[in-house]
């Protein structure tokens, strides 16, 4: 009798364990699915951060073109009193502005759909920032009883380098 309470007892908390464990593993493979997609999607706003242009005087992410170090600034002029064409006098006027990041932003676009599918969007804070031109991206994943914040990241583009 005793042997027999002990063997459903065992047999119980080893079943237990094997749930739990279960359920713990499928945790892990949903937060590393979840990290797959934010990664993904991450990478491809770094690439238009980082392929944002004002060489026409206006702004625009070239999201697969390279880009080389005279392609952030507008071109100078020999017949202009400054040296700067009219691009470079609307360029300089963006970086004296907060709306040098506003077209970024908006070329960065709503939350992909395969992002969504998952439960995750993101936002785009281009305000209060720790300083001019700069925004903040922040992935979240609604479940049915909470808000999660997966990853938020600070960033730069690369044009800003080219303010006076």
Same mark, same amino acid.
């Given at each position: !009798? @005793?042997?027999?309470?002990?063997?459903?007892?065992?047999?119980?908390?080893?079943? @237990?364990?094997? !749930?739990?464990? *279960?359920?713990? &593993?499928?945790?892990?493979?949903?937060?590393?699915?979840?990290?797959?997609? @934010? /990664?993904?999607?991450l990478a491809r706003v770094r690439r238009l951060n980082d392929r944002y242009t004002c060489a026409s005087?206006?702004?625009?992410?070239?999201?697969?073109?390279?880009?080389?170090?005279? /392609?952030?600034? $507008? =071109? $100078?002029?020999?017949?202009?009193? /400054?040296?700067?064409?009219?691009?470079?006098?609307?360029?300089?006027?963006?970086? +004296?502005? *907060?709306?040098?990041?506003? +077209?970024? @932003?908006? /070329?960065?676009? $709503?939350?992909? &759909?395969?992002?969504?599918? =998952?439960?995750?969007t993101y936002a785009v804070d281009p305000n209060n920032q720790e300083g001019v031109h700069r925004y903040?991206?922040?992935?979240?994943?609604? *479940?049915?009883?909470?808000?999660?914040v997966l990853r938020r990241v600070m960033l730069v583009p690369t044009t800003v380098a080219w303010c $006076?």
């Open positions: !009798m @005793v042997a027999s309470l002990l063997l459903v007892l065992s047999l119980t908390g080893t079943s @237990v364990l094997f !749930m739990e464990s *279960n359920r713990s &593993s499928a945790a892990a493979s949903l937060r590393y699915r979840q990290q797959a997609l @934010v /990664d993904t999607d005087g206006t702004c625009t992410s070239l999201g697969a073109e390279e880009l080389e170090k005279d /392609d952030f600034f $507008p =071109a $100078p002029t020999s017949t202009a009193a /400054d040296g700067n064409s009219a691009a470079g006098n609307s360029f300089e006027a963006l970086c +004296q502005s *907060n709306g040098l990041i506003t +077209q970024l @932003v908006a /070329d960065i676009g $709503p939350t992909p &759909s395969g992002l969504t599918a =998952a439960g995750i903040t991206i922040t992935y979240s994943y609604t *479940n049915s009883t909470s808000i999660e $006076p």
